[in-house]
């Protein structure tokens, strides 16, 4: 099978690719490579997916909010189906600059839609957020809860792209799955994500940020859970048979949770990424910032029940992976 991946060079894009080349698929990906956070890391990641792939993996460099640019670029590139997963991330950083999320976002997923309508496509998986959710105080958030109340910008966009993916699937029959993600985190991850500042601060013996003064809930995912679901998705495209989805249609659209169906209280986290450390950290503590939500928690049951997901990975075992390969990374000496 032959895959094309939109921001391929991103956390979990470079990880979906390198596990479907490992399996014997070919990689098509795409990403524009901009400086929202260190493009060195980028470049890393496409450096390995090189080195695993090697003629099997093809990269273009692309803004994939320009649609003649995306559809000239593509037009002699085969492939089968589609992982969207290339967007402007962050809930604050939507506060601070609304246009790119609406160029990168809803322009940008539009064009993946039309892509996938015009070459045929036999699926198409694409991100959402677990951020759809907005303040809903119903635990575990299921996908049938209502997602029309957003606290940010990011949000909004996403809850837009499942929206628009809702119409496609209608008019067109296009095969669609959204995955609303969970705190997604591990090696090769992104530094402006929690776990990434929280260790750069405590290694480097500097206090960390806490929000809400540690009064915050997350289904944190490790990454191979993750992309073992998106994996499974990518393989099951939802048909086109009038049967209510996973999220409630009736069209070949389905939507899934992906998490680890715990929620997990942030101070704990912090004492897990102290262990993993060796040194215990300085707490800044901090009122509520615009944009968040107090907690999340994944009710995964459809995934489970449709693609037979099953995370594996506790905090307690992710963590310090995560803190052993952040350490290999940037040659540090590994904490004992």
């Given at each position: 099978?032959?895959?094309l991946?939109?921001?391929?060079?991103?956390?979990?894009?470079?990880e979906?690719?390198?596990r479907?080349?490992?399996?014997?698929?070919?990689?098509?990906?795409?990403?524009?490579?901009?400086?929202?956070?260190?493009?060195?890391?980028?470049?890393?990641?496409?450096?390995?997916?090189?080195?695993?792939?090697?003629?099997?993996?093809?990269?273009?460099?692309?803004?994939?909010?320009?649609?003649?640019?995306?559809?000239?670029?593509?037009?002699?590139?085969?492939?089968?189906?589609?992982?969207?997963?290339?967007?402007q991330?962050?809930?604050?950083?939507?506060?601070?600059?609304?246009?790119?999320?609406?160029?990168?976002?809803?322009?940008?997923?539009?064009?993946?839609?039309?892509?996938?309508?015009?070459?045929?496509?036999?699926?198409?998986?694409?991100a959402?957020?677990?951020?759809?959710?907005?303040?809903?105080?119903?635990?575990?958030?299921?996908?049938?809860?209502?997602?029309?109340?957003?606290?940010?910008l990011?949000?909004?966009?996403?809850?837009?792209?499942?929206?628009?993916?809702?119409?496609?699937?209608?008019?067109?029959?296009?095969?669609?799955?959204?995955?609303?993600?969970?705190?997604?985190?591990?090696p090769?991850?992104?530094?402006?994500?929690?776990?990434?500042?929280?260790t750069?601060?405590?290694?480097?013996?500097?206090?960390?940020?806490?929000?809400?003064?540690?009064?915050m809930?997350?289904?944190?995912?490790?990454?191979?859970?993750?992309?073992?679901?998106?994996?499974?998705?990518?393989?099951?495209?939802?048909?086109n048979?009038g049967?209510?989805?996973?999220?409630?249609?009736?069209?070949?659209?389905?939507l899934?949770?992906?998490?680890?169906?715990?929620?997990?209280?942030?101070?704990?986290?912090?004492?897990?990424?102290e262990?993993?450390c060796?040194r215990?950290?300085?707490?800044?503590?901090?009122?509520?910032?615009?944009?968040?939500?107090?907690?999340?928690?994944?009710?995964?049951?459809?995934?489970?029940?449709?693609?037979?997901?099953?995370?594996?990975?506790?905090?307690?075992?992710?963590?310090?992976?995560?803190?052993?390969?952040?350490?290999?990374?940037?040659?540090?000496?590994?904490?004992?």
């Open positions: 099978m032959r895959v991946i939109t921001g391929v060079a991103g956390f979990i894009g470079a979906l690719a390198a479907l080349l490992a399996r014997g698929d070919e990689v098509v990906g795409i990403d524009n490579l901009n400086d929202y956070y260190q493009v060195s890391l980028k470049e890393a990641r496409l450096a390995r997916l090189r080195g695993e792939g090697g003629e099997r993996f093809v990269f273009h460099k692309l803004d994939f909010a320009d649609y003649a640019l995306l559809a000239r670029t593509l037009a002699d590139e085969p492939f089968e189906r589609i992982v969207h997963l290339g967007a991330a962050g809930v604050r950083y939507s506060i601070e600059n609304p246009h790119a999320y609406v160029q990168s976002n809803l322009v940008g997923h539009l064009n993946l839609l039309e892509i996938a309508r015009h070459r045929g496509a036999a699926h198409m998986v694409y959402s957020s677990s951020s759809v959710y907005g303040g809903n105080a119903k635990l575990p958030f299921a996908v049938e809860d209502r997602a029309d109340h957003p606290v940010s990011y949000a909004a966009t996403k809850r837009a792209d499942e929206l628009m993916s809702e119409t496609y699937a209608h008019l067109f029959r296009l095969p669609l799955t959204g995955l609303r993600f969970f705190t997604v985190y591990g090769w991850g992104r530094p402006d994500m929690m776990l990434w500042n929280f750069r601060r405590i290694l480097a013996g500097e206090s960390i940020p806490v929000f809400n003064h540690g009064d809930y997350r289904d944190f995912t490790y990454i191979d859970d993750i992309v073992s679901g998106v994996v499974a998705a990518l393989d099951h495209p939802p048909a048979d049967e209510e989805k996973a999220g409630g249609s009736v069209k070949p659209h389905a899934y949770n992906i998490g680890n169906n715990r929620s997990e209280h942030l101070m704990r986290v912090i004492e897990v990424l262990q993993a060796g215990k950290a300085e707490l800044e503590m901090l009122p509520m910032q615009p944009g968040d939500v107090h907690k999340t928690y994944a009710d995964i049951g459809a995934i489970q029940r449709d693609l037979g997901y099953a995370p594996t990975t506790a905090v307690d075992v992710g963590v310090p992976r995560f803190v052993e390969w952040y350490c290999a990374y940037h040659g540090q000496s590994r904490p004992m």
